[in-house]
């Protein structure tokens, strides 16, 4: 595999260097022309345009004082109960090595990755340290990445593509578009993607989603990586490319941590280092190569021909003894002891990495980006919109049913509008066609958002973008479709079922069912936000009858209990149905068509709206009322996707 993936450094964070100039925050973060590190390989091989060989001196060093973490479980009707999952564990995690949490399953490995990486920070005791200062995590996020357990990808896009926008997001600007390409092409390289890069994420193989998932985060060539399980669900050929080329990326300098499930000797052989936990502790800590000595030494050796991972394993089980797992957490210190590290001696002290780290730490605005607010929404409007062009649920299947269901509803009440003798049915039509804009809306948006919310808490927390630019683009990249949809439906039904022919009281129908769209497309993104798909879909309906029953829909406004008034001012059906029925029986509208052998009660539009107890003159009050609902829900929606991004955490 070629050497070769940026010729750019780290995203700032807190760094160190002899004669190695850094880069960092908004000034340099991944510009070619910043790194060089003087009178070394490196220098030599930016010569050559080619990335330089590990610049150790930029690495990043972590070790980490009696972590804890505590998780809190809330249940409804009972009492909150708390577990420590870690338990004072420490450790250290040097530069330039491929590391390995293990444990059997339960031990707390993704816990401890997501402590380190920063991840999770609600419950999370101790202290952990960046090249001997206590992290600062928003320094530290800048130079590290986090890579998840589930390949988080865009399906629709290409390899390539998928590669352009990460690289729009996270490198500045003033790098153009060729130098992107080049990086993308280097990157691809390394990682075996070239002959893929047309192909979409969707369509790739597991060992391909994972390579696609490492190079996404490459592209701003973080110091740190934090890697859950990377060979998970992988055929053995494709786990030991893939840890092969994460031990390639940790030669060049950088900290590589992955947890992993018990690996073959093979696969074993390949780490630098692991890490071991056992129910919260850790039973041993340092170079592979010397666990078989850490065995001899407390008396407990590996048995001939016994691949070490599965010993260590099998003890940390407590398999052969509960005795034997305390022994081993007493012979690390729990995780305190370097002794069986590959080369002890040559760890630098911890003054020596603060000396070093403060001569070259930079200051950095707080929750800076790679690139501006305007950059993050253009590249996010333009992912959006290539992604409804692709998307058949989104966007073909949202489109159809609108059509169909107008038509359907069209030949059901064929010229009911114009028919002195149809008038209830087309109160009935009129509500119908406002059913449909809510449960087609809100159970669109309660399935998709989930999906989008995964994506969304990776790239995130991987600092591609903030959070308030990618809301933003996702309002708005639905709004063109929402309007072709709700026009289609709109102009179907209103021409079949023979609505009165004036422009003024098609707008005024087509607003009313506009808004609506809108404002439950609030609703569901606030619900889905919050829950996960199946009390989503159960909720998201359920919270809708209320919103019928006020709407003045069978029982009228003015017979409702007055202790039960106040449910008609929370009804956004009730100002959208006002607003429907105000444009097709309000504006003086004359009187109602009637065949002459028939009796229309309601030929006369006033008689009606009297007999519904609906006013037709409250239009522009409508309007406000449902804009009002828009902003309100949408804000909230944007606060719940906000707590609930901190409460991942
Ligand atoms: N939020 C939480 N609330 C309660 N218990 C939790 C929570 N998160 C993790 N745990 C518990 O902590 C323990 C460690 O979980 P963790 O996912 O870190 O284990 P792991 O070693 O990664 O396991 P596996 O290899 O099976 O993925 C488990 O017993 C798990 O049930």
């Known amino acids: 595999m070629e050497a070769v993936l940026h010729e750019s450094t780290t995203q700032g964070g807190q760094m160190m260097g002899n004669g190695c100039v850094t880069i960092g925050g908004t000034r340099g973060i991944n510009n070619p022309d910043n790194l060089v590190c003087v009178g070394s390989k490196a220098e030599n091989a930016s010569r050559s345009k080619k990335l330089p060989l590990p610049c150790i001196q930029n690495s990043i060093d972590i070790w980490f004082d009696n972590v804890t973490y505590t998780a809190v479980q809330k249940a409804l009707m009972s009492k909150t109960t708390k577990k420590e999952i870690l338990h004072k564990i420490n450790g250290r995690l040097p530069p330039g090595q491929l590391i390995a949490i293990m444990g059997p399953s339960g031990a707390g490995k993704s816990t401890l990755l997501d402590v380190l990486s920063g991840y999770r920070i609600n419950g999370v005791g101790g202290t952990v340290y960046v090249n001997g200062r206590p992290r600062n995590l928003e320094e530290f996020r800048r130079s590290s990445c986090y890579i998840t357990q589930d390949d988080r990808l865009q399906p629709l896009f290409t390899v390539q593509e998928s590669m352009k926008i990460a690289a729009d997001l996270k490198l500045p600007v003033d790098i153009g578009d060729k130098k992107k390409e080049k990086i993308i092409h280097n990157i691809l390289g390394t990682l075996g ?99 078989i000595p850490f065995f001899e030494a407390i008396g407990y050796p590996c048995p001939m021909y016994h691949n070490p991972a599965d010993y260590v394993i099998e003890m940390a089980c407590g398999e052969y003894g509960e005795e034997k797992v305390e022994k081993m957490i007493q012979a690390t210190s729990n995780g305190r002891s370097y002794r069986y590290f590959n080369d002890p001696d040559s760890l630098p002290n911890n003054q020596a990495l603060q000396d070093i780290s403060a001569k070259n730490s930079i200051e950095i605005s707080e929750n800076q980006l790679a690139t501006s607010q305007f950059n993050q929404l253009r590249v996010l409007l333009r992912r959006g919109f290539v992604k409804a062009g692709r998307d058949q649920t989104l966007t073909y299947l949202r489109i159809g049913v609108n059509i169909v269901v107008s038509l359907m509803l069209g030949t059901l009440y064929w010229k009911a509008g114009n028919d002195g003798t149809k008038v209830l049915d087309n109160y009935n039509l009129l509500f119908s066609i406002l059913m449909h804009h809510t449960f087609a809306t809100m159970m669109l948006t309660i399935l998709t958002i989930p999906q989008e919310i995964s994506i969304l808490t990776k790239e995130h927390f991987n600092r591609w973008y903030s959070l308030k630019m990618y809301y933003t683009s996702l309002t708005l990249v639905d709004i063109p479709l929402s309007v072709v949809c709700c026009f289609s439906f709109t102009a179907i039904i209103y021409y079949m079922t023979a609505q009165p022919p004036e422009m003024v009281r098609f707008l005024m129908f087509f607003i009313s069912s506009q808004l609506v769209v809108l404002v439950v497309q609030g609703f569901g993104m606030m619900i889905g936000a919050y829950f996960n798909v199946t009390n989503g879909t159960f909720l998201g309906p359920t919270l809708c009858v209320p919103m019928m029953m006020f709407a003045g829909f069978g029982v009228r406004l003015c017979d409702l209990p007055p202790y039960l008034y106040w449910g008609s001012y929370v009804s956004y059906l009730r100002y959208a149905l006002e607003g429907t029925v105000g444009a097709v029986y309000g504006l003086e509208r004359g009187i109602i068509e009637c065949p002459e052998d028939a009796y ?50």
């Open 193 to 291: 993607l070239q002959k893929t890069k047309n192909v979409r994420a969707a369509q790739l193989s597991g060992g391909q989603k994972k390579r696609l998932s490492i190079a996404l985060e490459l592209i701003s060539n973080p110091m740190v990586m934090f890697l859950d399980e990377p060979t998970t669900g992988l055929d053995s050929s494709s786990c030991t490319m893939c840890i092969k080329l994460l031990k390639q990326l940790a030669s060049e300098g950088r900290t590589i941590v992955c947890t992993i499930h018990q690996p073959s000797a093979m696969l074993f052989a390949l780490f630098d280092q692991v890490y071991v936990l056992a129910a919260g502790n850790c039973v041993y800590q340092g170079g592979t190569e010397k666990m």
């Open 600 to 649: 229309c009660h309601y030929k006369y539009p006033k008689t009606f709206l009297e007999a519904v107890g609906v006013r037709s003159d409250q239009f522009e009050n409508d309007i406000i009322a449902l804009v009002l609902f828009l902003f309100v829900l949408r804000i909230s929606a944007y606060v719940v996707l906000r707590l609930k991004l901190m409460s991942i955490r």
